[in-house]
């Protein structure tokens, strides 16, 4: 009993002493200010993160701010901010997201109107971040998703020759299919689901249109609609069920694939030129008959929490701007969203890039751009139809399930 | 008196405050969650209904005659079906054979390797471990013949998906079975096989009556940590299918994901933590209650 009583006023004398030490220590021992830092969130690892430092390292050298990147999905980060925000933090100054998201958090995010004037940019591109005539977002470069690619060595040592026409494009996959090597004429590239789902869209855009396209991102055209059915029907799955498309495979192990010769086609965006050894043996070619691409800019915003919201407004504004985005186009892979960025930054393989562009209208992703529940399950569903090319009207109808 | 009662409090309060904070709240507002529409209105049980009926729980259309998605609930209960058996018995197994042989451990430690791998690791593994080209299980099928299975890379087709899943599941989770097996049939007097070989009893006998008698309650232990595991399911599968193709290996944990961090709808994600937690009380509750019993 005495012993307990003991006990109990030690632990109390205890405590108040560790806590009266620990208060005197901290309010005695001032640290030493850490110097000003701007952390940056995007989700480029590896080359890509390689191409972007530069950027971030002239922004630090001109302005004087340190900026420490560090890689996160979207994905993730889909995760890690609500809970970040709700506790009214930020994980970072400048982060790279979603359109569709930073719409969607506006009570989170930092207003930049007054860095932001849309007539510099591609028509159309800061719309996406703007909600009741405030922009919360700026368009750093994108990539174009133009269609197939190909080496150009492989090609001249087959004979093989560009498709103009759709009657062409398969007797191109059939006669691919007969050389030597090959598993399956087109990679078929995999990670969380996106690559099927760019070819599909590359599909839907050539033989349906913009306003089809359009239609499937607002909800008022349905995924079961005749005119979506028909190019599923006469158009991908015949391709799906003459073993054309290769089993989904992670997608940059798959991209080595197709670059020793198991594949001869490889749908991809614009960053595939920054990924391969040697940039000058790509071709790209679209499906014949295209006049529309998606073109997908990267989106940052500034969360409403950063301690530093004018360092942080330096950035976005050097990031968005020509001088920023002329860098990174540079380094290859990347289109300008910035008009004021010059033809001759370009590397000469995203000028072919470009020259397919000419006079084609440029649409945003589909799924980038409707997002939620809607994205994961059309990444999914797509993975089914590739396995099942016959059931491909369940899967459409699972589609439509979550569209909006 | 007063004394002796307030003593055990004081030294309880802090592990009692710290279970309310972090267990005993966020458990009754996931549940108050449960009964609220998206937009925070009461809404009763519309959207366990909503749930319960969902083709993503249970897809009668498929099951049992059809390939994959059977639904999450009925792919959770695949998964006690087959990798519970299988991990009892492969870690039973393993245990006995193991058991008084000269440099076992370095065996043990090998079949053990999977339990201390991280979930994220042995989803990648079953990516590769099951892929066409380069998965050492296809090279096996295909050397006895088997090219169905041998020629495709399993976590890209609904037939195969969730199999794989569970069968790096069950390679993961053996080293558990074995360890407490075999810590068990350690603690066996030898006596007691001793007294039965005097009597002139079999090897089988001596299973039957003695060693299989005697680790009941460390087939308890295994049965109950190996069902909530398997009812809690997440990386592997998250890892190496995403829960797909088409969800075809869709678990229960990881459409409760999809619900609250995709689609952020928070109510129908709290429903499926609710049901989830229902589930795993069933064994945990079953196992309080033996040990309860055995006392």
């Not at chain 2, 549940?31 to 937009?39: A, N, V």
């Not at chain 2, 190996?226 to 088409?246: M, N, R, S």
């Amino acid at each position: 009993m005495a012993a307990a009583r003991e006990a109990k006023t030690l632990i109390i004398v205890v405590g108040i002493v560790c806590l009266l030490v620990g208060f005197g220590a901290g309010w005695m021992v001032k640290p030493a200010p850490a110097p000003m830092k701007l952390v940056v969130i995007g989700p480029w690892s590896g080359a890509e993160m390689e191409s972007f430092m530069p950027v971030l390292g002239a922004f630090a050298v001109e302005k004087g701010i340190m900026v420490e990147y560090r890689t996160y999905r979207a994905e993730d980060l889909a995760t890690i901010l609500p809970a970040q925000f709700k506790a009214g933090k930020a994980p970072a100054d400048v982060i790279f997201m979603w359109a569709w998201w930073i719409r969607n958090n506006t009570e989170h995010i930092l207003d930049i109107s007054d860095i932001i004037d849309p007539a510099d940019f591609m028509p159309g591109i800061v719309d996406q971040v703007t909600v009741d005539g405030k922009v919360y977002g700026a368009p750093y470069t994108g990539k174009v998703k133009p269609g197939f690619w190909y080496r150009i060595s492989f090609f001249e040592e087959h004979n093989l020759k560009v498709p103009t026409t759709w009657e062409e494009f398969t007797t191109l996959l059939e006669n691919i299919s007969t050389i030597d090597g090959i598993v399956a004429p087109i990679a078929s590239g995999d990670g969380v689901g996106w690559p099927l789902s760019d070819v599909t869209e590359h599909f839907i855009l050539t033989f349906g249109g913009t306003d089809l396209f359009e239609g499937l991102i607002n909800g008022s055209v349905s995924w079961t609609s005749d005119e979506v059915k028909a190019i599923f029907k006469d158009k991908l799955v015949p391709l799906l069920k003459k073993g054309y498309f290769s089993e989904p495979d992670d997608w940059t192990l798959i991209l080595e694939n197709w670059w020793e010769g198991k594949h001869a086609l490889y749908f991809m965006g614009s960053w595939i030129t920054g990924m391969v050894d040697d940039p000058t043996d790509l071709g790209v070619f679209s499906l014949p008959g295209a006049k529309a691409f998606v073109f997908c800019p990267d989106f940052m915003f500034i969360p409403k929490y950063t301690k530093h919201p004018d360092e942080a407004k330096e950035l976005v504004k050097f990031l968005s701007g020509a001088e920023g985005q002329t860098i990174q186009v540079r380094q290859g892979g990347h289109i300008a969203t910035n008009l004021n960025v010059e033809l001759s930054a370009y590397p000469e393989v995203d000028k072919k890039v470009a020259q397919l562009l000419q006079g084609a209208t440029a649409v945003t992703d589909l799924d980038d751009t409707i997002g939620g529940e809607f994205q994961t399950t059309f990444w999914d569903q797509l993975k089914y139809l590739w396995a099942h090319p016959d059931e491909w009207e369940t899967v459409l109808a699972k589609i439509e399930e979550k569209a909006p | 008196m007063s004394q002796k009662n307030t003593t055990p409090l004081f030294f309880l309060a802090p592990a009692v405050i710290l279970i309310i904070v972090f267990v005993i709240y966020p458990i009754v507002q996931t549940l108050w969650l449960s009964f609220l529409s998206p937009k925070g209105e009461f809404v009763g049980l519309r959207n366990y209904a909503q749930i319960l009926r969902s083709k993503e729980i249970i897809n009668s259309d498929r099951f049992p005659f059809e390939c994959p998605p059977w639904g999450a609930l009925i792919h959770n209960a695949v998964w006690i079906a087959i990798h519970l058996p299988l991990t009892v018995f492969l870690g039973l197994f393993f245990a006995i054979i193991l058991k008084d042989v000269k440099g076992a451990s370095i065996i043990k430690s090998i079949v053990f390797l999977g339990m201390v791998m991280p979930m994220v690791v042995g989803g990648l593994m079953a990516k590769f471990l099951f892929d066409k080209d380069i998965g050492i299980v296809n090279v096996v099928l295909r050397f006895i013949g088997l090219h169905s299975l041998a020629d495709i890379s399993w976590t890209y087709h609904p037939e195969t998906a969730l199999f794989a899943t569970i069968l790096i599941g069950v390679w993961m989770w053996t080293g558990f079975s074995m360890i407490v097996y075999s810590a068990a049939l350690a603690a066996i007097p030898r006596e007691y096989y001793e007294a039965a070989e005097i009597d002139g009893a079999s090897s089988f006998r001596k299973f039957i009556h003695i060693t299989l008698p005697l680790l009941k309650p460390a087939t308890l232990v295994v049965v109950v940590m190996t069902v909530l595991w398997e009812l809690k399911i997440f990386d592997i599968v998250y890892v190496a299918t995403g829960g797909g193709p088409g969800e075809a290996s869709m678990v229960l944990a990881i459409l409760m994901y999809i619900k609250a961090f995709v689609a952020f709808n928070f109510s129908e994600a709290a429903v499926l933590a609710t049901l989830l937690t229902l589930l795993t009380l069933l064994p945990a509750i079953w196992i309080a209650k033996t040990a309860v019993g055995r006392k």
